[in-house]
């Protein structure tokens, strides 16, 4: 069976990964930060899907048990076929009514764990000839909404040169930019989750994700919305663009 390694694997997009992949007969690891959760969720797939399951509780933002995950991917004897890097947050107040530790803390985990674990994996899956890897990055790439936004653009910038440059060799990386989707992301935020035209089930969004990166698609946008937005945003001045600053914040 294929191996599949999710970050943020507890809850949300990751969580809707690791099943979606376990019914599709992968055996998991699982990381994120929650020890107690992350050994009830592997209990829950393993009896749901017969896959086997490994736990690495890890916070992506010590450098210590960023090491541990790095060097669970880059393992010859026990290769990983796919990683998911989607761990991640968002801060709700402005960039200066952050602490700059606090936007530290967010790059580490949206800029340099995917980086990292990148690093870690690309070389085993290069040398096999085989492998892949979904970075989750955001609709909010594509507009000027701060240091979330930027964070994000690198990974879709990073996302599509590493699928050009190792698509030759075997190994397929995809951007996944999700719009608002209906998970615990914005309520970790305190945020307000809607329910309206803008906001995706998350089963749809991981499900379309899977079937745009068995495609070999550099980029997958799920939702006819959120393409047309991918779309204009090209065409929109970015004076304009900065009017969307407030959305998902409230």
Known sequence: MPTALITGATAGIGHEYAVQLAARGHDLVLVARDTA??????????????VEVEVLSADLTDRADLARVEARLADHDRPVDLLVNNAGFGLKKRFLDNTADEETAMLEVLVTAVLRLTHASLGAMAERGHGGIINVSSVAAFLPRGSYSAAKAWVNSFSEWAHLEYGPRGVKVMALCPGFTKTEFHERMQVKRGDGFMWLDVEFLVHTSLEDFDKGRAYSIPGAQYKTI????KAIPNRVLRLTQSMGRR
């Open 37 to 50: 959760r992350l050994d009830q969720v592997a209990d829950d797939l393993r009896r749901a899907h017969q």
């Open 230 to 233: 991918a779309v204009l945003t």
